[in-house]
């Protein structure tokens, strides 16, 4: 028997944030290893945090975006602009970016559904592109639908 997470309606705007933002450091770089066990970010991955998080507030005012509480879920789609054709893994980066956008455009991350529709080489201008938006009643059915595998 199959049954739902906890889900809400939301009250709030539902149009997407769009968000511009440098690539965050791969997962294997963000921390290291104390002398005592533990773990601490690295100072690269705190500069990006901060960096990041300015970025998200102007987008947030000049948007009017409300933060998401539990139970709303979101699609984060996201298009990777690396700096060179280096082989690199997109899917590292995720946990560091949703990570930063977690108490500013919503609540908890695992309300967020990560998408990344495709990764791009921009020398120029290296960046993750993102749009959150929340989720429908009709996307969710549809993706249940198209991905259900009968055995």
Known sequence: MITDL??????????????????PPSVNAIYYNTRKGGRRLTTKAEHYIR?????????????????????????CDMVFYFPDRRRRDSHNCLKLLL??????????????????????????????EITIIQQSENQRNKGIKDTHVVI
């Open 99 to 128: 990570d930063v956008l977690e108490s500013y455009v919503y609540v908890d991350d695992m309300y967020v559904l990560p998408r990344i529709q495709s990764v791009e080489y921009d020398k120029e201008n290296p960046r993750v």
């Open 51 to 75: 960096d990041a998080r300015a970025l998200i507030n102007l987008a947030i005012d000049e948007q009017k975006w409300k933060k998401q509480e539990k139970g709303i879920w979101l699609y």
């Open 6 to 23: 906890p889900r809400k309606k939301s009250r709030g705007k539902k149009e997407p944030l769009h968000l511009s933002l440098p690539i």
